[in-house]
């Protein structure tokens, strides 16, 4: 066993305890730094805006879905939107308009422009003390990550279930209509993301489930 254990002394680890690694209390090797005040007001900010807009639960969820109908329907609108999605969306998160928006996932952090090898789904495990792999000279985005939900006691939401592949297809177009018209990976639509979405913080899964998805029918 000694053989497969070259971990760095005093490393950074998650693991859960019990049966369940999914619903087993969580423990953490090390506690980590603070984030800065800048990186928890961007995160904040950046959640309460997800809230209220890109969450199907919210009571203007009608009203901006039909809003993104009739600007789907433009292409002057369509394009204007993208606009101002693509100016925000660079200040705020260097985005890389990639259509099917996942910074939920990387608490509020885009997963595209933040970890150079592009996963969204949890650590490449390359890192060395929080230092990302390929660019030593930034931290990886899973590190600011989890440092994100500890400023917030919510390092749970690390372990919320699989995050589903991206939707290649959606390149380059708006992610904001895509969420609206229930074209990004949230909408349940493959088998693969009904199952994450129903085991994660999907935006659509208020009571644990993707939008137009019923209890049980779940990914077999
Ligand atoms: S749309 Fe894609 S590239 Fe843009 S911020 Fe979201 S995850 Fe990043």
Known sequence: MGDFSYHPANGFYVFGSGDDS???SVNYGQKPVKPHLSDRLHFHLLELAHRFFF???ASLAPVYRALSRWID????????????????KQILLRCRQCGDCAIQYVAFQCPESGCPKHIRNGA?????????EVYPDRWCIWYRAYQRWASVHRTDEMIRGCVPPRKWELDHSSSWLNFHLGRDHQNGSADFARYCCARSACSHAGDGLCSGQKQGELFT
């Open 55 to 57: 969450n199907s639960d």
């Open 73 to 88: 329907a433009s292409v002057f609108a369509r394009t204007l939107l993208h606009l101002f999605e693509n100016v925000g």
């Open 124 to 132: 490449c495990g390359g890192s060395r003390n929080g230092r990302c």
């Open 22 to 24: 999914r619903t087993a």
